[in-house]
């Protein structure tokens, strides 16, 4: 699986951005998915994932009730709307993709990472 992240930009604060991340490959439906993000001189951050299905998702405390993941596996497609952004969501935000874990969980290892997209907010 081939994860190529999109949609990042400059906004400023309160403001909104859509990211997109295309994946190749046919296993992407089977899998969970996941965003990552990591701002400088910080460590990755985990911010949401969901199942293959998507009929779970999970969000990192920092971005609950304003980001929104998605896919659609029919467009091999994963989603992260980002609502009311905040100059700390400032990041580096990346794709994963292929639970490595045994459960849904933040703290689930993926195999799969895209390069990246630069999400910047200003204040």
């Known amino acids: 699986v081939q994860l190529q992240a999109s949609g990042g930009g400059l906004v400023e604060a309160g403001g909104s951005l859509m990211l997109s991340c295309a994946a190749s490959?046919?296993?992407?439906?089977?899998?969970?998915a996941a965003w990552f993000r990591q701002a400088p001189g910080k460590e990755r951050e985990f911010v949401a994932a969901i199942t293959s299905t998507g009929s779970r998702t999970l969000y990192g405390d920092s971005v609950k009730g304003r980001f929104t993941i998605s896919r659609d596996n029919a467009r091999k497609t994963l989603y992260l709307e980002m609502n009311s952004l905040k100059p700390e969501d400032t990041a580096v935000y990346y794709c994963?993709?292929?639970?490595?874990?045994?459960?849904?969980?933040?703290?689930?290892?993926?195999?799969?990472w895209g390069k990246g997209t630069l999400v910047t907010v200003s204040s």
């Open positions: 994963a993709a292929h639970n490595l874990g045994t459960s849904f969980t933040v703290s689930a290892p993926y195999a799969y």
């Open positions: 490959g046919s296993t992407f439906s089977l899998d969970a």
